[in-house]
Each structure stands twice: as C-alpha cells, then as structure tokens.
C-alpha cells in the first residue's frame, strides 16, 4: 500500500465512480437523523407556540446544512470504503450529542449554558471531519484546495456565532434582550451558510454520479415521512391505552395522508427529476443539485414536521377515553396539519418547477382548496379532519393517475427499460464468479 499506519491497514479513501449508488453505511449515517427529526417535532410537541416553532425551523435548518455539506463530500469519496467509516463514526457521534441537546438549545439564557454549547460544539466537530476528509480529497490537486479555502469564512464565522449565541446571552441582565441576540445569531449562521451556498455556485463542486445525489435526497425523505409515522404513533400515546375505534381510524388515515404524500413525490416527479439530473453535465448538473436537493427539500421536511406535529395533536385528542366525537380539534393542530402539506406540495412544486421546468395547475389549485379548508376543519370534529384532508389527498392522486395516464406510462416504460439493462449488465458481470470466484474471499 501506497498510505502507512492504520490508514494503509484500512485501505485507502475510494473515489466516486459515475454509476454510484448509496452504500449501506451511509443509510447507516442517516439513521441519526431519524432521531434528530423525531426530537425536533418531540421538542416543539411539548409546547406549541410561534417561538417553539420558529426555534425548531432554525434547528431544522442548521442541522440540514450539515447533511446538505456531508452528501457534498459523498459526491467526491465513498463513505463506507477505506479508513472514511472511522471519521463518519466520530461524525455521528457528534450528530447524535447536537440531537440530543437540541431540547436545551433554546433554554433559559441565565440557567445552565451545557445544552446550548453542546450544539455549538457538535456542529464543530460534524464540519470538522466533513472540512478534513475534504482536505485528504483534494491534498494532491492545489487548485481544488483554493477553493476549498472560499469556504472557510462560512465555517469559521458559523462556528464563532453558534459559540457566542451559547455563551453571550447568559451575560446579560435584561432576558427579553438575550432571547432577541440569540434567535438574530442562529438566523445570522443559517444565512451566512444558505447564502455562501449561493454565492460560492460551482466552487470545487461536482456531481460525479447523479444517481447517487437523487437516492441519498430520496432516501432522506423517506426517513423523514417515517419519523412522521413514529412521532404521531408515540406521541398521540395510542400504544399506552386500549385501542378504540375512532383512535385505530385516525391512526389509519394518517398513514394513508402520509402514503399519499410519498406518493405525490416518487410517482412522477422523482423519478423524472433523476432523470433530468442524469441528462446534465457539469456546472448545469451542479446548480439542478444545488437548487433541486439541497435547497428545495428543506421545505418539505419541514412540511413534513408540522403535519407531523397537527396529526399527533389531533390523534391524541381523538383517542383520549372520554373525549367526545363530537370535540374539534384544539389549538394549533388543524393550522400545523393542513399548513405543513401546504408547505410539502408548495417545497415539492417548486421542486418540479426546477428539475422539470413544468408546473401542475391541478397541484396549484389543490394548495388553494387545502388553504381554503382550514376554517372549515377547525370547527369539525378531529376524525373528520382527518378524513378530509385524507379525501383532498387521495383525490389529488386519483385525478393525477387519470389526466396523466399517458405521461405515467412512458416514464415508466424508460425506468424499465433502464433498470433491466442495468441489472443485465451487473448479472453479467457476476456471471463470471460462477467458474472463476475472486480471490479475496475471507
């Protein structure tokens, strides 16, 4: 081996090759973010209000932007090949500390500083191991480490602000002023981060394999519409009491109305956003990846948290013994619910309208009938509610296999076409394992 010490013993960092798919330790890596979603959305259940829920965006988007930067790095080295596995454990590690202090991230600024510099912490260490594992990438390439260097003001100044947003506000007097310094810092990191994403464009950045940028975005989504499924399953408290008809349909619809949000997503739009992924190359390809994933999938997470967050409001209340039938839903659920598949179909529109350069009137018009039935779900009984945004969503699909029947099936013949071909090569190539099997077998 070329590298001594244990980076010689583990084998070296193995770079991305065009046709590269997810490897199982990155779906390993992201399972840290099934736990920081689901103690986003546990964090803001316990007390739902404007800033509980400004505090959880602000997390949720700092905490994205450290995963938009690791599928970054993931473009230019395998994660699960060489001595890569042991950074991305200390990363993990450092992920799952910033999860677990999240609750304590917004705290009394005169009480305990612990949860807040945790964070602050964490996030260092996270895009310490992203920034060093990109420096071993680029070691050989000096104009690729220049500009690598145009992102050090963005890391640097996010990790000073976060530092000072965890130590500044407990020395001053007045809390009404610290709360107000804290929240501006925390804003401050996500637009300086959000922005140098903007200005930086194409610096040092390539997508060399697309189907390996669209499975790792697709398969995040996923985890997050699970973590919805956990979160309105523990969090209405169904598992702690006697089923009751009206809790188990409710529990039924919400699955459905999530099912339905998969849908609306990996049906069409997903599978003809990878292949327009596929079909650009360079600085094009990169910007698509940029906008499309990295930026407009935000929205729908996000999305995907507040309905998650109605849906267990409304579940509980439903399943509660002695609760009427009869009893609306209370408080904030009804707004959070129908406005975070407003804010998916709106993040998912958005997303078409990139990668597609096309826009579905029926969607457009289905936000306008969703923001419509707010009032009207606010005063109905909660399995109600759930039966119609049920009915809204399921309808918008019906309508959409029937006026697209056509587009549907040529997309899917060409995914057909390519995977058989795909998976007729890979069965060629092991072919020849059956007379003549590798030689590095354990």
Known sequence: MSEKGWRGRLGPAVGIAPGARVDKFEIFFDLVFVFSFFNIARTTATEITGRSLFHALLVLSVLWWCWVVHTVVATRVRIGEGFVPILMVAGMAALFSFALALPQAFQDSHGTHAGPVVVAVSYVVIRAVHLALFLHIVRDNPTERRQLMRYAPELSLSTVLLLVAALLPGKLSDMGMAEVIRDGLWVTVILLQYGTGLL??????????AEHWTERYDLILIIALGE???????GSNLIGQAPTWPGVTAAVLGIVFTAALWWLHYDVIGPAARIALHATLGRPRVLMARDAY????LPMIAGIILFALGAEGIVHDIAEPGVPFSEPAHGPDVPLLFGGVILY???????????LHTLSWLRLGTLGVLAACIPVAMVLPGLLTMGLLTVICVG????????????RRALRAVVYEERTAHEAHEAAYRARWH????????
């Open 294 to 297: 990295a930026y407009l999938y």
């Open 228 to 234: 919805s499924v956990i979160s309105v399953g523990l």
């Open 435 to 442: 007379e003549d099997p590798p030689d590095a077998m354990p």
């Open 200 to 209: 930086a464009s194409t610096w040092g950045w390539e997508v060399t394999s």
């Open 396 to 407: 918008l699909i019906t309508a959409e296999v029937v006026l697209m029947s056509e587009g």
């Open 345 to 355: 179909l709106a993040g998912n529109m958005l997303f078409q309208l990139r990668t």
